[in-house]
């Protein structure tokens, strides 16, 4: 498949959508905290939201539109207030935030999608809001994809977004990407019609009916944004949406046919660079690892065992620190609940082996450090001869992030 | 109950046991790193070990002896290296440890348990550990129970040690225990017959059968060493051993009767005593916090919520910090895999109403702050009408933890 990265693209590069991001002042530090993603046309939607109970207002404002099974024009996001736990007054104040988007855009406000991140349990403070969404729809620019990016950042220390183009069906399209992290990320979507705060946003110019934007977006989350693990709390605002403007001329898109499989391959590539680009830059992270657990008897298995990895402090910490210590790679597996034989085991770090047979492999531990020295790190756990496999996106537990997070609210 | 608390109290309180504490040079830190627990009787004996795959050498060593049913004499133990992820040549090096002592001893090498903690995956040097087991032959005393908390230490910043009496059968018994911690601290113990790196022992000279030795070590896990989670990190060494030196000259205790209602009682005290001390010096640990959930369907569901907020570093960050972020705590609970309605959650810090219905009960920010400043915070969440309550013993994730275990190797 010919996939071709653009340089600086962004949720503006496929035809038909502008973005904007812009200073309302819900930050006390005075950086963008809203932007706005708007298109030219009624957009194809399909998304995924957070399976924490305690899902926020606009998640379920939004999950009410998606269920609805209709087009969409805009999205209009806030960071610095969650909008979460905040009852009867979060949800009116949601829909107020639709309603007043929609009356400025000129569209209908169940044509408004919302999401927030930031304080959990804060009310919204309306009246800078609304102000906020006066600015945003006037800053509105076919430019605005990066701006937007910037808008949407807590804790992250880069804007992330990114977009890429590809032939179907004898025409060029484009899916554009952006994403925010950087804490409270272990996102464990579900695709709606059926909350991280980890916010990601695809756009595309491609023609494609709504059942194949669904299958492609919820096919793509566990080879995406559901592998990866920051600090292992999952939030009340995680949110995936993937809007298609329907511009490129593309004959349309139809789920299970061959241009499907190739949309839904570059559909992946880019919701997989977005949640890559979130672990990179999760809360004081210092290493990215990769960590791929097989030979269980079932996939499930082996994601149960990393995700116990993927959480464990002990790990973590040693990633962090740079020490080979495997016993606590081992240990996080033995009691990650699933069963296996540990004289079965075998551990590599960057193809070198560490553990063979449940035992130190005898690679002298100078060797096992200089494996850990790079900003990413594969790391190779075999349980048995199973055919189960999950890959994570992971990181390690620093001092930065018990700083920034002691420190968040004061 | 009159349960009396003794001054100075050890393992070495209860009549029949001696033990002692040396400096065989496992440590580079050049600490005490072997203690030995004798019994002048064949004592009655009880455990539970670690439920995770990579049980320990020792702790495999352990379970043959505790499943033939029959008494012990001593407990060897070493800190400064589990004897885990070792092979076969740990298990060789477990039962050689047992049989240099009983040879010592002048008993059987299968009177003999063994516990080992510390670096996982590293053989056992065994020439320092016998001629530290002669030492330890040699150190045994009557005075000896301090001198083994001390030994048997790794990360603890101190020895942790108690005794105290009571009244059965008109005669005086005593129950004595020491424990460490102080990291990779999340057990889930199974008693046996059917491994934290905590170990725990408790001893008494009170006449016991071994059923009723068993149903008291098994009824009090619950509500000591598997209710506690420092990092959530569950070991491959966990051991928690009751000894029974038969000396006490009181009725033997039955199973199922009020004196032995009346043992289990002062067990469960011990046990809970010692497993609140190991938290409250648990790597780095700052606050100390009883987290109480209740009114769920069931105790499982509410065990689930409290493990979920025990393990997030964003709740343990946030104690830390002394940060009020109540929405940490609701978005963990929300993320448990425990279904409730989130506008019927009700949250305490210090029996000050932080959360009413779901949402921020009004407390003053000020206030919510002053709730969080003490070493200890008790924490209560409800979540419903349920009758299902289960409590957790926690603590706070600082710089010092990640400290200590960055550079636990190097």
Redesign the interface.
């Known amino acids: 498949m010919n996939l071709r990265v653009l340089e600086n693209g962004s949720v503006t590069t496929p035809a038909g959508f502008t973005a904007s991001g812009i200073k309302a002042g819900l930050k006390k530090s005075g950086q963008p905290d809203m932007a706005l993603l708007f298109c030219s046309q009624p957009a194809v939607v399909a998304a995924a939201f957070t399976?924490?109970?305690?899902a926020a207002a606009p998640v379920q404002w939004d999950r009410q539109i998606l269920a609805s099974g209709k087009t969409v024009r805009a999205v209009i996001i806030n960071s610095g207030n969650?909008n979460?736990?905040?009852?009867k007054q979060g949800l009116e104040d949601a829909r107020r935030m639709a309603a007043k988007t929609a009356e400025l855009l000129k569209v209908q406000p169940e044509e408004v999608l919302v999401s927030s991140t930031g304080?959990?349990?804060?009310?919204m403070p309306m009246p800078v809001i609304q102000n906020g969404i006066q600015m945003a729809v006037r800053a509105l620019s076919s430019e605005g994809g990066k701006d937007a990016a910037k808008a949407i950042m807590t804790t992250d220390t880069r804007a992330k977004h990114l977009a890429v183009s590809c032939e179907i069906g004898g025409k060029t399209i484009h899916l554009g990407g952006m994403t925010k992290g950087s804490?409270?990320i272990?996102p464990?979507m579900l695709p709606c019609p059926p909350q991280a705060t980890m916010l990601a946003y695809l756009t595309t110019d491609a023609v494609i009916e709504q059942a194949a934007l669904h299958a492609c977006l919820a096919d793509c989350l566990d080879q995406s944004f559901n592998r990866i693990i920051v600090?292992?709390?999952?939030?009340?605002n995680d949110t995936f949406i993937a809007l298609a403007s329907n511009l490129a001329g593309n004959p349309v898109i139809i789920k299970g046919t061959e241009d499907c499989r190739k949309f839904c391959l570059a559909f992946r590539q880019v919701a997989g660079a977005l949640a890559r680009e979130m672990v990179l830059d999760g809360e004081g992270v210092t290493h990215f690892v990769e960590l791929q657990v097989h030979g269980t008897e079932s996939d499930a298995d082996a994601r149960r065992v990393a995700e116990a990895i993927a959480?464990?402090?002990?790990c973590k910490?040693?990633w962090?620190?740079?020490?080979?210590?495997?016993?606590?790679i081992?240990?996080?597996?033995?009691?990650s609940g699933?069963?296996?034989n540990?004289?079965e085991v075998d551990l590599d770090y960057e193809d070198i082996p560490i553990?063979r047979?449940?035992?130190?492999a005898g690679t002298p531990e100078s060797e096992q450090v200089q494996t850990l020295k790079g900003r990413e790190i594969h790391i190779n756990l075999k349980l048995g001869p199973g055919q189960g496999a999950f890959t994570i996106w992971t990181c390690d537990?620093?001092?930065e992030?018990?700083?920034i997070?002691?420190?968040?609210?004061?």
């Open positions: 399976s924490n109970v305690f969650a979460a736990c905040t009852g304080r959990i349990g804060v009310p804490g409270m272990a464990q600090d292992g709390d999952t939030s009340t959480r464990s402090p002990l910490t040693a962090f620190g740079g020490d080979p210590n495997w016993g606590r081992l240990a996080a597996a033995g009691y699933v069963q296996f540990p004289d553990v047979g449940g035992r130190d537990l620093s001092y992030y018990v700083k997070n002691a420190d968040y609210h004061t």
